[in-house]
């Protein structure tokens, strides 16, 4: 059945958040005295998927090359902006104070950015009575109908591939060597305002001369889990529990337990 929607100006989802950010968009975001993290996380990848693999095809356009000892690895680091309660633009009136150059990933709300995750009400912080049979048809069939809702989208995508070459520098400038194991959690980086947009203006301006020569280095793969960290060594990978991560670097899990 078709997914109707309308944004009911309920402010759920400008609260307590981490927004995706272009790196464009973090110097925005900084500038106007807000604060960013980056989320890293990395997929071990010891073969080549087949060439029909369109999730790995996905996964692989939008990270780089690394190891962990020997393992073969490929990195995803995500810049957001960071807050807690209301979003710094966040009127009292509950209208976006920075609506005309919000970021693209707002824009796009509630669609999703990964092709591969359905769009489901129950996921979203949106109440009941935004997606009333009223509103206009936001997905019909898996697709989404609004011409510039899917410009939007593919931009976005688009922008992320762009971007991850000066992401993998960035992360060597700020000396960022740890990555949660996919699917597991993120290693956040809160290297402060400052730090970080001198990072990314020097990331943005060191990528344009390089014509995809970044070196691959050695990553550290951070696990709450003693299985994970015995299975990656098992396979000569470089593993460490939370507990190892420099100042300024947290390890957030998607399961809290611990079983070692």
């Excluded at 203006?201 to 020569?213: S, T, Y």
């Excluded at 060594?233 to 998607?254: I, K, N």
């Amino acid at each position: 059945m078709p997914l109707h929607f309308s944004c009911t100006m309920c402010g759920h989802c400008c609260r307590g958040l981490r927004i995706p950010l272009n790196l464009s968009e973090a110097i925005d975001w900084l500038s106007d005295g807000g604060e960013t993290q980056l989320l890293c996380e990395a997929i071990p990848w010891p073969a080549e998927p087949a060439v029909d693999n369109l999730l790995a095809a996905y996964k692989f356009q939008r990270s780089f090359p690394a190891l962990s000892g020997t393992l073969p690895l490929r990195v995803i680091v995500t810049v957001v902006a960071a807050f807690d309660g209301p979003c710094p633009h966040l009127k009292s009136d509950l209208r976006c104070g920075a609506y005309d150059r919000r970021p693209r990933v707002c824009r796009i709300y509630p669609a999703e950015i990964n092709p591969f995750i359905a769009l489901r009400p129950a996921g979203k912080g949106c109440p009941p009575e935004a997606w009333d049979n009223r509103y206009p048809v936001l997905e019909a069939s898996g697709r989404y109908v609004d011409r510039t809702l899917t410009a939007d989208i593919e931009a976005l995508r688009a922008t992320d591939i762009r971007d991850v070459e000066a992401k993998q520098i960035l992360s060597s400038v700020l000396g960022v060597r740890a990555a949660a194991l996919a699917n597991e959690g993120f290693v956040v980086v809160s290297p402060g305002r400052e730090t970080m947009t001198r990072a990314i203006a020097l990331a943005i301006d060191k990528v344009e001369g390089l014509d995809g020569n970044v070196s691959i280095v050695s990553w550290t793969l951070i696990s709450n889990r003693c299985s994970t960290r015995d299975t990656l060594a098992s396979v000569d990978a470089q593993a460490a529990a939370p507990e190892a991560l420099p100042d300024g670097q947290t390890y957030l899990g998607f399961d809290a337990s611990r079983d070692d």
